[in-house]
């Protein structure tokens, strides 16, 4: 029975190594042909050849890059670049703070403190930066807030866009990938979690409106310390509606 299961687990190990291998071939094939999201790839009969091995490799390894968003696969068409999304990033952090419900707080802290630093350090490069233009649209979703707030409605995803319209001018694609993925993680743990919004829309709404008011005057230090009171509240919210697991993902 023991050498039985030392060789199962030989060959497990063995396989995982040659998923591995072929995962990083794939992956170095699609930099060295420059293929974007979206171009075909090599078929499966193609790529046994090329990497010479099994069909079965060949499917186990691209389904862990499916995962990662590496490759999309489209029964029926073949297989394509994928976006290389967050999405996976995103998945593996909600998990991995469902998964922590005795620390489950100093995960969400964690994550808040991350964003935090991000966005802080971010608007004061952005500070002087704004265009009047792009004041104008952040000006229009905080009335949109304000609205929202008059009628006591919640607005996720106005905030969202705010903050996701605030770094635009920095001209990097990462940026707002990251707070959006932040962002998605923390709605996604008071969903499930059943959390009510603690804090009211009028105030959220009013605190938006301090970080405008603030980069409409120039004022660096005055949009550094709007953002921090925003967060605060995030902070001050998290830590009031704190509760018991109510499981699902």
Known sequence: MRRMSDATGNRRR??????????????QLILDRK????????TESELMEDLGVSRNSVREALKALQALD???????????????????????????TLTRPD?????????????????E???????????????DRLEAVVSRMEAAGREDRPFA????????????????????????????????????RDWPDGTTPQLTARRHRDIVTALRARDVEGAERAM??????????????????????
């Open 14 to 27: 063995t396989e995982r190594r040659v998923s591995s291998r072929i995962q990083r071939e794939v992956m």
């Open 35 to 42: 293929l974007r999201p979206g171009a075909p790839l090599p």
């Open 70 to 96: 590496i490759v999309e696969i489209r029964h029926g068409y073949g297989t394509y670049v994928g976006q290389a999304s967050l999405t996976p990033f995103v998945d593996g952090l909600t998990f991995r």
């Open 103 to 119: 620390e489950e707080m100093d995960a969400l802290n964690e994550i808040l403190q991350v964003r935090e630093v991000l966005e």
């Open 121 to 135: 350090g971010l608007i004061r490069r952005v500070a002087m930066t704004l265009s009047e233009p792009e004041l």
């Open 157 to 192: 995803e106005l905030d969202r866009e705010f903050h996701e319209l605030l770094y635009g001018s920095l001209g990097n694609a990462l940026v707002p990938q990251l707070l959006s993925a932040f962002w998605t993680v923390f709605r996604r743990v008071a969903r499930v």
């Open 228 to 249: 921090a009171d925003h967060f605060r509240g995030i902070e001050d919210r998290t830590a009031r509606e704190y509760g018991e697991p109510s499981g699902g993902f």
